[in-house]
């Protein structure tokens, strides 16, 4: 069975978005931070996405694709992310805009259920909070690394406020960077 990844930065208090709904406190500058993501997308051959998150997502590395003065980093990334299929969760998105990219309008718990018990590698779920929430939720990801930033945002966008079961997880991996993130990683007990 493919183990479902959920990877996604936070700030310290818990938030992936601020009040104001901006996200320019994300970032990955270190190159040992980059090292992690690259080593982990060795083993993904699926990537998972909201339908809010997906627009942003999607301008941002197809920009970086073609931006010959875009972080080199950020170009890799963005050949990676252009080399494999994304699926992103709609009811009301009809056009993709990206080649590799498949609208689907189950529901998601299901539909990643099927994905997990497909042959393949391991799927990434790169966000948004609402559908990691609900994978979290139905107990889908077997990898949550939270990619701690740091800054205190006070409010905004939380992670974990759709939580509604009780789970335990193993710490099994922190590593903290020059760029002051640290990255937790934990598997489902």
Known sequence: ???????????LDGYVESPSGDM????????????VVFDMMKNVDLLLLGRNMYPGYRDFWKHAL?????A?????YAR????LPHIVFSKTLKEPGWSNT?????????EISKFKSQDGKDIYLVGGAMLASTALDAKLVDVLVLKIAPF???GGKSLFKDLHTR???KLTDVRSFSDGMVDLTYRRR
């Open 1 to 11: 069975m493919r183990k479902l990844i959920l990877s996604m930065q936070v700030s």
């Open 24 to 35: 320019d406190w994300m970032d990955i500058s270190s190159n040992e931070g980059w090292a």
């Open 102 to 110: 498949i609208i689907n309008s189950g529901d998601p718990t299901r």
């Open 80 to 83: 990676i992310a252009d080399s």
């Open 72 to 76: 080199e980093n950020d170009r890799k």
């Open 167 to 169: 789970q335990e997880l």
């Open 152 to 154: 205190l945002l006070g």
């Open 66 to 70: 073609a931006d010959l003065a875009a």
